[in-house]
T-cell receptor, first 116, second 111 residues
Framework: GAGVSQSPRYKVAKRGQDVALRCDPI?????LFWYQQALGQGPEFLTY????????KSGLPSDRFFAERPEGSVSTLKIQRTQQEDSAVYLC??????????????FGEGSRLTVL | QQQVKQSPQSLIVQKGGISIINCAYE??????FPWYQQFPGKGPALLIA?????SEKKEGRFTISFNKSAKQFSLHIMDSQPGDSATYFC??????????FGAGTRLTVKP
């Protein structure tokens, strides 16, 4: 596709529910990142993939958060047993560069999660 | 944990004026310093970026000034326009794999 595509754009979940957020990066982009953006704040790093390998998951806030990118393209961020503090916009970004180069991050429009 | 501190939180500028946003970082290993622009409901988009081997970079009306010894960098928007009204984020990374963002500056340019 022309850009990074995320779905769903909006998700309302009841506390305790599991959610899955999908990211379809720009075709051929090696690197994929997930960020969490709380209202009025900057994006906070969650995790990073290079192809299918998850090289950094230091930003995942708890073991309820899990991300995968099994075939090195589409990625899914899963949040189990959602809590109200998980409410945020989840941004996905991709880059054509791998670990040894700094490339521009191309962001999707985000998935806004609201936990009631 | 905030590794990049940004100020001011909000900024109001008259059309034609200069907008200045400042950032300071802690980690001397950072080697890439971009600025991102975000409109409501959209993801951030790269505006301009600099590496620490230069002190200034200019692209059109946008200029980054970089002070390595002070660990600070700033964005200057010359001849600010109402269309520049958005939230601006500074960021820093080492090798591009763990981009850390500032908290953002909400810029309003009044006509």
């Amino acid at each position: 596709g022309a850009g990074v595509s995320q779905s769903p754009r909006y998700k309302v979940a009841k506390r305790g529910q599991d959610v899955a957020l999908r990211c379809d990066p720009i075709s051929g982009h090696v690197s994929l990142f997930w960020y969490q953006q709380a209202l009025g704040q900057g994006p906070e790093f969650l995790t990073y993939f290079q192809n299918e390998a998850q090289l950094d998951k230091s930003g995942l806030p708890s073991d309820r958060f899990f991300a995968e990118r099994p075939e090195g393209s589409v990625s899914t961020l899963k949040i189990q047993r959602t809590q109200q503090e998980d409410s945020a916009v989840y941004l996905c970004a991709s880059s054509s560069r791998g670990a040894m180069g700094t490339g521009e991050l191309f962001f999707g429009e985000g998935s806004r999660l609201t936990v009631l | 944990q905030q590794q990049v501190k940004q100020s001011p939180q909000s900024l109001i500028v008259q059309k034609g004026g200069i907008s200045i946003i400042n950032c300071a970082y802690e980690n001397t290993a950072f080697d890439y310093f971009p600025w991102y622009q975000q409109f409501p409901g959209k993801g951030p988009a790269l505006l301009i970026a600099i590496r620490p081997d230069v002190s200034e970079k200019k692209e059109g009306r946008f200029t980054i000034s970089f002070n390595k010894s002070a660990k600070q960098f700033s964005l200057h928007i010359m001849d600010s326009q109402p269309g520049d009204s958005a939230t601006y984020f500074c960021a820093a990374s080492k090798g591009g794999n763990d981009m850390r963002f500032g908290a953002g500056t909400r810029l309003t340019v009044k006509p």
